[in-house]
């Protein structure tokens, strides 16, 4: 099993629609979640942490589900903004090694 | 500098030679990673140096790669015998100490081609 897993997509969705990813991750240990925005031939960059009670940041919410151990992201009222790849990032134990998941490519139509 | 620096930013060797990548990361910051992505592709782990422990250097793909990281600072990553499937955008990233989570920075990355 991979340490983080994501579903690559593509996920093609009109404006406005609302869209879910959803991240696994092997490493029982781990406490630190992530996701990440990559824009095409650009760096990523921090999207928002996930903590363990959920959290939100306008548009976007992210939860965590340790027992089954996943992240997941929903993203409302899709803009064509949006469309980029969503990284999710975990810790490997309890350090700083962080690990990226491959990505889910978002396509947003007008 | 503000923000995490690589260089070179676009690199085009040919097959066989030998490639050095090198990182600055943000000042302050101990833990340093290396990933590479090919195009399309996800992020693909290289090696993750913290403060002055010994390197996690899981990742590297083959004994042709090597980084080092003088002085908890700088880092250089080395591709030796370059093959064209080393062609690839080189990320380097670094974050504080501490407690595992703090946000990771990325360079801007170095772009390899190799023909």
């Known amino acids: 099993r991979k340490e983080v897993e994501q579903d690559p997509g593509p996920f093609n969705v009109p404006e406005g629609a609302t869209v879910a990813f959803n991240c696994t991750y092997s490493?029982?240990?781990?406490?630190?979640f992530f996701w990440y925005r990559q824009d095409c031939r650009k760096e990523p960059k921090l999207l928002m942490s996930?903590?363990?009670s959920g959290n939100e940041d306008g548009r976007f919410t992210a939860q965590l589900n340790r027992a089954s151990q996943y992240i997941s992201l929903l993203i409302r009222d899709s803009k064509l903004s949006d469309s980029a790849t969503y990284l999710c990032?975990?810790?490997?134990?309890?350090?700083?090694?962080?690990?990226f998941g491959a990505g889910t490519r978002l396509t947003v139509k007008p | 500098g503000a923000g995490v620096s690589q260089s070179p930013s676009n690199k085009v060797t040919e097959k066989g030679k030998d490639v050095e990548l090198r990182c600055d990361p943000i000042s302050g910051h101990t833990a340093l990673y290396w990933y590479r992505q090919s195009l399309g592709q996800g992020l693909e782990f290289l090696i993750y140096f913290q403060g002055n422990s010994a390197p996690d250097k899981s990742g590297l793909p083959s004994d042709r790669f090597s980084a080092e990281r003088t002085g908890g600072s700088v880092s250089t990553l080395t591709i030796q015998r370059t093959q064209q499937e080393d062609s690839a955008v080189y990320l380097c990233?670094?974050?504080?100490?501490?407690?595992?989570?703090?946000?990771?920075?990325f360079g801007e990355g170095s772009w390899l081609t190799v023909v």
């Open positions: 490493n029982s240990a781990s406490q630190s």
């Open positions: 990032v975990v810790n490997m134990g309890g350090n700083n090694d962080m690990r």
């Open positions: 996930v903590y363990s």
């Open positions: 990233a670094s974050s504080l100490e501490g407690s595992a989570g703090n946000t990771i920075y």
